[in-house]
């Protein structure tokens, strides 16, 4: 397999310089880039196999840059930047980003986030899966209700019959919130008593473990402090 080409943007030289020294211990290919112009520059005369992505930088800035490469180009990208209003993560993954990490990052979890990426780009082809009849599909996680089978960023995970359950409710309805015993009455098909919160707690911590890169710092289910669980709705590229 050919060594993959990561494009670093970022007008701090010094993130730049570090990224670079990181990924190349991890075997891939840097290009680097100060700005959005010269990132599409880069992107047009090199084969790039994923885009690390600065916001704010001077002449073009990331987001700017990221509409425009989107024009014609599928590539995963994904946004680093010190603005962590939830608003500016909804434009950036509304704009065609993959995923957001804030600064400051811890290297570990970004080189995990860059190699899910990569994975599941080319588990598809370069192209997202289909939603279907069978298919439910949020961001890189997908459930195939006809193989009653999970994949996360193009890699199988096993679930149990709960836990396969517990994620097919709330993949069914993204964004609403289920209480704990909501959740246990529809899944276990028994009435709720005091007991079941953490019953459910459990196995929401289990599917965590199995499909987010970050269990305690989850991309796809949320705990809605006081009133439950929800599938946070996320940007299919």
């Known amino acids: 397999m050919e060594t993959e080409t990561i494009l670093v943007v970022d007008d701090n030289r010094e993130i730049v310089y570090s990224l670079s020294k990181l990924l190349e211990f991890e075997g891939y290919h840097v290009c ?6 010269e990132a599409l520059d880069v992107l047009n005369s090199n084969q790039i196999d994923l885009i690390l992505l600065d916001v704010m930088m001077p002449r073009l800035n ?40 804030s600064k400051p990052y811890n290297t570990a979890e970004l080189v995990a986030r ?8 080319h588990a598809w082809g370069g192209n997202a899966p ?15 209700k006809n193989q009653r089978i999970v994949i996360v960023d193009g890699a199988e995970v096993k679930l149990t019959a709960t836990e396969y359950k517990i994620l097919l409710l709330l993949m069914e309805h993204p964004g609403q919130v289920f209480p704990a015993e909501q959740i246990y009455e529809r899944v276990w098909k028994e009435e709720a008593s005091y007991s079941v919160e953490n019953t459910v ?6 599917i965590r473990e199995k499909t987010e890169i970050d269990p305690k710092n989850p991309k796809y289910l949320k705990v809605v402090w006081g009133i439950g669980y929800k599938m946070e709705k996320y940007n299919q590229s």
């Not at 990208?77 to 509304?94: H, M, N, P, R």
């Not at 860059?114 to 780009?121: D, E, F, G």
């Not at 289909?130 to 195939?144: E, F, H, M, Q, Y």
């Open 32 to 37: 680097r880039a100060y700005d959005g112009l």
């Open 62 to 101: 990331g987001l700017s840059a990221l509409m425009k490469l989107r024009e014609n180009n599928k590539i995963p990208v994904i946004i680093l930047s010190a603005k962590t209003e939830e608003s500016d993560k909804v434009s950036g993954l509304a704009m065609g980003a993959d995923d957001y990490i």
């Open 114 to 121: 860059v190699k899910a990426q990569l994975r599941r780009y």
């Open 130 to 144: 289909k939603a279907d009849d069978g298919r439910l599909i949020n961001g890189g996680l997908v459930l195939d």
């Open 201 to 206: 707690m459990v196995h929401i911590r289990h």
